[in-house]
């Protein structure tokens, strides 16, 4: 079982800055995207950023230009740098890994997620 741990959630002021950490442990043999989705009330959960392994990134509509995401492989963590927030950004963000585990199948994991609040 692969587990995640998100921090850095928050209240933030419109136009301020955030930054979210994802931790991933337990018997991975290799992380292959790695990324971060968000639900805001009465709303579908959607794509924020994903990463591929290789450093290939895609941004929701909604975030490109103000969010950028990043990756530690041997960290096996994933983090996402929040600029210029706007109300509407205000959700739960929840991390997502995807890979191989040790002697077993494929994960594809999500964080317990991490309560993003934008408001003055």
């Known amino acids: 079982q692969v587990q995640l741990v998100e921090s850095g959630g928050g209240l933030v002021q419109p136009g301020g800055s955030l930054r979210l950490s994802c931790a991933a442990s337990?018997?991975?043999?290799?992380?292959?995207?790695m990324g971060w989705y968000r639900q805001a009330p009465g709303k579908q959960r959607e794509l924020v950023a994903t990463?591929?392994?290789?450093?290939?990134?895609i941004y929701g509509d909604s975030v490109k230009g103000r969010f950028t995401s990043s990756r530690d492989n041997a960290k096996n963590t994933v983090y996402l740098q929040m600029n210029s927030l706007k109300p509407e950004d205000t959700a739960v963000y929840y991390c997502?890994?995807?890979?191989?585990?040790?002697?077993?199948?494929?994960?594809?994991?999500w964080g317990q997620g991490t309560q993003v609040i934008v408001s003055s």
């Open positions: 337990g018997r991975i043999l290799s992380m292959n995207r």
């Open positions: 990463i591929a392994r290789g450093g290939i990134t």
């Open positions: 997502n890994a995807q890979g191989l585990m040790i002697l077993g199948p494929s994960f594809d994991s």
